[in-house]
Structures are given as structure tokens and as C-alpha cells.
């Protein structure tokens, strides 16, 4: 280990809160000023004393080139079918960003259709949104810069590859949902500055335009809010868009809209922030006079659109099911007529869409899938064959379609494409990659353990055949536990180089994820958010009792949530842990909610504005707990300048906090901060960035977990 390192000098102020009568202090508050000289000139002084460590590490430069020659190999992703063509993306191995592709039949040389290593030289603009029209000849797409959420929008021309002259600003967080003649089609906006004050408040009604368009945000830490439906005629300039439809008297409701496929109704899920709670209203698209009617008025469960034939829609929910079902309604008809068709299960319902004249639908076992077909009346038609213990997607195609893809990954096994034949009921390989590594070497395998209140989560673990439980093996121990989001096995060649040098790879699925339903989502959130937090650090205690490892060679990590979830858990065991990596984290709870979207997430961690989720967030926000002349265990901290989902303020204040706290303290590690230029959240970063954070990351836990 090297000398104790020499931490940037970080300016402290004397700001003070009070909140609910307790007076909280906040020495750097200056550094929330993102576009200041200060930070600027901060977080270039903390880049070089990072790197400065990191370029120092032997081992960093082997792992570099073994992540590059792994990552070099063609990644495709799943086709699907519009009108006569195919699409699908593929990446020829170290491109910083994958390429849309078009054929008419499988047999077809298929053409570069968008390639977005075009768009800059840097691979930092991204394709991030798309939709096409139903015929299959225009798309609609969104590019992002830098790896910010907001994107701008533009059309092209499938045949020709030709872009209209329509371009389209102020969008985040929207889908594109077409007219099934392709005149246009519907999205979601927000107006000026997503900042916007009472006045901006006024109700226009359908039919009216909104010429309120204005500029990008002043600053990346701008709150979004009001957004609201258009529909969108091609050839039209932006400010003629028709308003379809806002609620100003609901500043966090955000409209994901869907047309049916015969085109006669516009369905419409509103969104509430994060909660996976929706509504669904309707519009009737044969009378341009009609109004935006109600289905679903009261956000009590999530609802998902499964199928629609005519004015029967099938809906996915969790309503009075937790690990979800399949329901169908007639438009215009009450709740209480609401027909069930495929009733809950042992297992949780991930999805269910209709391709192939049948309902085919994604399950969770255990955190692995499992995936099986209904007629639309609900009888069962059998299992889908999958090739073991790992995570399927895609399941591409439409109703009429008499085939569709899938994709199937593991932690060992690389993503890979099927065809499902619907008239045989057979699938079959489409495209495996080819990759430079021997996944015959590794095994992965599934424990169970409980935590502090006798929950029983489960945990994958990944490594070598034939290791030796000495309680002195490298681990690496992911988690999330959030937004009911579901943890399962996944590839990504990033994991390899630390496999292959004897680590472990450990994945915990505590609760507030979607594992189990929305109960274990549930039981992991507001006043029970501990619960997750314990989860996880029972699986760092059984990890080390069944003699995997020890303290000083267990390394934690998580991105976002999973970054609260790493720091939170270092804050309240830093004896359990020899390095924590909190990518990107959520780690001042009592200010999350003053910047972008971070409003929206008060459905799982509750709002500092109300004295009792004040309380509960004050007890473990990280920020708010380290405590002075403790010994933290060695963090990396890593964030993107650019990050409008999580702003990167929060690893600002948390490293600066976490560097005074382990000043003068022998036995403390390192305490890093990483901050990647024209980065953002993690969305649409290039390759060759990915490919030097992965390498610093691994680089880093070698160095301090003492690996060699």
C-alpha cells in the first residue's frame, strides 16, 4: 500500500439547515454549483491525485488490454419486425456505440441504417430513444449528448436513410408513439427551463399549440417537472405541435403514450416519479373532438399493455396479485367487469406481450427466468425451452407474426439470439457470439441466507471451478435493492478480468427490488429501506462464515440506489468491508430531491420535507453519518460531469466529507473520487470510456484488497 495519500484541499463554509428543527450542517455546499470555477478547479485537483494512484497500479495496464481484447468481439441485439423489415443492432467489437441495422428477410445483406459513432468523434452523442412507423419506412429517433437525458429528436427515412428536415427539443423521458397512417405521432415534453415558475401554468385544452419551447435548462441540476403530451405532425415545426393533453394541477405526472394496433385508440400510462404505481387513461382517435378519458383514475397498482384486439386490451398488473397477472377490459366498461386470464403464480411476472396469436409471457424464478404461452383466453400452451439458469429479454414481434427473437444471457454465458417458430413451437440459434474466453473454467451457482430479521434472499456467486474456501478469496459483492428493479444473470466481458484473476463475483437480491413482486419491493423501501440495507450486510456475514472470505478482501459495489446501498452500508459497518465502489450513488438523502428528477423518487425513500421520512433519511444518508477519525475502508468513488439523473454534487460533498473524516487516520484506506468528463448516468457512454473505468475499478481493488 502506498503512503497515505494528500487530499486536494476542500473549502468548508459555515452553511447551516434547519429542518424540522434540527440543524443540519453543510460545509460544502458550494460544490451543488456545478458550473462554478470552484468545482471546476475542485474536481480537476481530485482527478489528478485519482489518477495519479490509479496510473501507479502494475496491474492496471494488463487489466486495460485484457478488457480490451475481451470486449473485442460482435454483439447483436435482438431483431424485430416492422412492416416488411427487419432491424437490429451490432456492435463489431470495440465501436463506442452500436449500430441500427435494416434488412427485408433475414437472407438480405442488411444496411447501416443510423450509425452513431457518426455523430462525433469522441462517441459521446448516443442514439437513446426510437420508434418506428407502423409501415416500417420512417423512425423516429432521439440522440443524447454527453450522457445527459435530455435529447433531441429527428425522423428519417428508412428506404433512403435520409433524415426529414423535423427536429424536436425539450424531450426526457418519453417513448414515440405513432399514427397508424404515419402522419405523426405522439411524445412527451417539457417547456423552457424544466424549472418553471406558476406563471407557465395555464390549461390549454386539445387542439391548441404551445410556442413555449425555449432553450436548454440554465443548469444540468434543474428540476423537471410539468410534462406534457403533443402529438407531433410530420413536416411541422415544433411549436405547432398539437397539446393532447397536461395536467398543471399535477406537476409530477409524466405521460407514456401507445397506440392501439388497429390506430382508433391512444392509451396513455401516467406516471407518478418512480413509483411503479401507474394510471391509464384513454382518447378515442376516430373523434379528433373527443376527450382524454379515465380507465384506470387512481394510482393503486402498475399496469402494463399486454395485447389490444379492437376495444378489448389485455393489462399486466399487480392489483390484488403481487407477483402480477394478466386482466382484460372492454373500453368503457367499470373495474368490476375486469376478466381474469392468467392468474398469479408462484413466480413473479416480469412480462407478457401478444406475439404469434398467443400471450407470451416473462417469469422470475428465484431471480432467473422462465417464460411460457397463453391463448388470449388464458389456457396455457406450454414452456418455452431456455438453456439454463440465466436472464431472457426480447421476445420481439406482434400479434399476426408467426415468429419472434429472444435473447438469453448468464453471468458466464454471452448474450445470445434465438428464433421462436410459432407454427412448431421450436426455437432455435440465431446468432452466438465468439469471444475470447472459457466459460467451461467458471460455475455459477445460487445460495440462499438469511438476513438480520430472518428473510430468506437469495445470492449468486460466480468463480473458478475448484476454489478453495480459505476465507481468503477476493470478492466482489453487487447489489441494488431499489424501484423494484430485479437483479438477474447477465454478461458483461467487464467481469471477466476479475474472474480470471480469482475473484469473486457475488450478487445479492435484497429487497426493494422486483425479485419477488412488489412485496419485496415493498419491503424494502420508506420506513423499511433498512431492510435492504441488512440484506446486504448479511450476505457480506455469510460470505465471510462460509469461508469465501474476509473483511480485508471484500469489495462492495452498486450504481445509483446500488451507490446509496455500498456507502450507506460502509457508513453503518465499516469493519465489514476492505473497499467500497459507489458508482454514481445517491448519498445526500436530505437534498436528492431539489435537483432533475430526484423528486420522483420519494415512493421509495420518502420526501426530506415530511418530519418523518426526515427522520428515517437522516439515519442513514451516508453524507449525514460518516463520522470523523473512523477507519473507512478504501473508496472509489466514480460520477459523470454531466449526470442529470444523479447529479454528480452527491460524490462531490461525499468525498470531500469522506476525506476530512479519515484525515490523520493510519489504518484508513484511500479515499478516492473518479470523475469521467462528458459523462453522464451510464446511458450511451462509448466504449473506449467503459473500457478505462471497468480497468481503473478492477486496478483499484488489486491494489487494495492486496491481489498482488
Known sequence: ??????????????????????????????????????????????????????????????????????????????????????????????????????????????????????????????????????????LAYGTSVSGSDWETWRVRGVEDGVDFPDVLERIKFSSVAWAKDGSG????????????????????????????LGAEPEKLEDVNRFQKLYFHRLGDPQEKDELIYHRPDQPDWGFSPEVSEDGRTLILSVWKGTDPKNLVFWKDLTNPASSVRELIPDFQAKYSLAADIGRRFWFLTDLDA?????????????????????????????????????????????????ARTFTFAGEPLGEIALPGLGTVSGF??????????????????????????????????????????????????????????????????????????????????????????????????????????GGVLAVACIRGGGEYGEEWHAAGILGRKQNGFDDFIAAAEWLIREGYTSPKRLAIGGGSNGGLLVAACMVQRPDLFGAVLPAVGVLDMLRYHKFTIGWAWASDYGSPEDADAFRILSAYSPLHNLKEGTAYPAVLLTTGDHDDRVVPSHSFKFAAALQAAVAGVPAAGPALIRVETKAGHGGGKPMSKVIEETADRWAFLVEVLGME
Open 1 to 138: 500500500m502506498p503512503e497515505p495519500l494528500a487530499y486536494p484541499p476542500t473549502r468548508k463554509s459555515d452553511q447551516r439547515d434547519v429542518l424540522h428543527g434540527v440543524e443540519i450542517a453543510d460545509p460544502y455546499r458550494w460544490l451543488e454549483d456545478l458550473d462554478s470555477p470552484e468545482t471546476a478547479a475542485w474536481t480537476e485537483a481530485q482527478n489528478q491525485v485519482t489518477f495519479g494512484f490509479l496510473n501507479a497500479i502494475p496491474a492496471r495496464a494488463r487489466i486495460q488490454q485484457r478488457l480490451t481484447s475481451l470486449w473485442n468481439y460482435e454483439r447483436y441485439g435482438t431483431p424485430w419486425r416492422k412492416g416488411k423489415r427487419y432491424f437490429f443492432f451490432k456492435n463489431d467489437g470495440l465501436q463506442n456505440q452500436s449500430v441500427l441495422y435494416t434488412q427485408r428477410s433475414l437472407g438480405e445483406e442488411p444496411r447501416a441504417l443510423i450509425d452513431p459513432n457518426a455523430f462525433s468523434a469522441d462517441g459521446t452523442v448516443a442514439l437513446a430513444t426510437m420508434g418506428l412507423s407502423d409501415d416500417g419506412e420512417m
Open 185 to 212: 405521432f405522439y411524445y412527451a415534453r417539457f417547456d423552457r427551463s424544466a424549472r418553471l415558475d406558476r406563471s407557465a401554468l395555464v390549461d390549454r385544452g386539445p387542439g391548441e399549440s404551445d410556442t413555449d
Open 322 to 370: 403481487p407477483r402480477g397477472r394478466v386482466v382484460a377490459v372492454d373500453l368503457g366498461r367499470d373495474a368490476e367487469a375486469w376478466e381474469e386470464i392468467v392468474p398469479e403464480s408462484a413466480e413473479t411476472l416480469e412480462s407478457a406481450h401478444a406475439v404469434g396469436n398467443r400471450l407470451l409471457a416473462s417469469y422470475l424464478r428465484d431471480a432467473h427466468a422462465v
Open 396 to 501: 420481439t414481434g406482434e400479434r399476426g407474426h408467426m415468429e419472434s427473437f429472444f435473447a438469453f444471457t448468464g453471468f458466464t454465458f454471452p448474450t445470445t439470439i434465438y428464433r421462436l417458430d410459432f407454427h412448431t413451437h421450436v426455437s432455435s440459434l440465431f446468432r452466438a457470439p465468439k469471444l475470447d474466453f472459457d466459460a467451461s473454467a467458471f460455475e455459477t451457482s445460487q445460495a440462499f441466507y438469511l438476513s438480520k430479521d430472518g428473510t430468506r434472499v437469495p445470492l449468486f456467486m460466480v468463480h473458478k471451478k475448484g476454489i478453495a474456501r480459505d476465507g481468503n478469496l477476493p470478492v466482489y459483492l453487487y447489489g441494488y435493492g431499489g424501484f423494484n428493479i430485479s437483479l438477474t444473470p447477465s454478461f458483461s466481458a467487464g467481469s471477466l478480468p476479475w474472474l480470471e484473476m
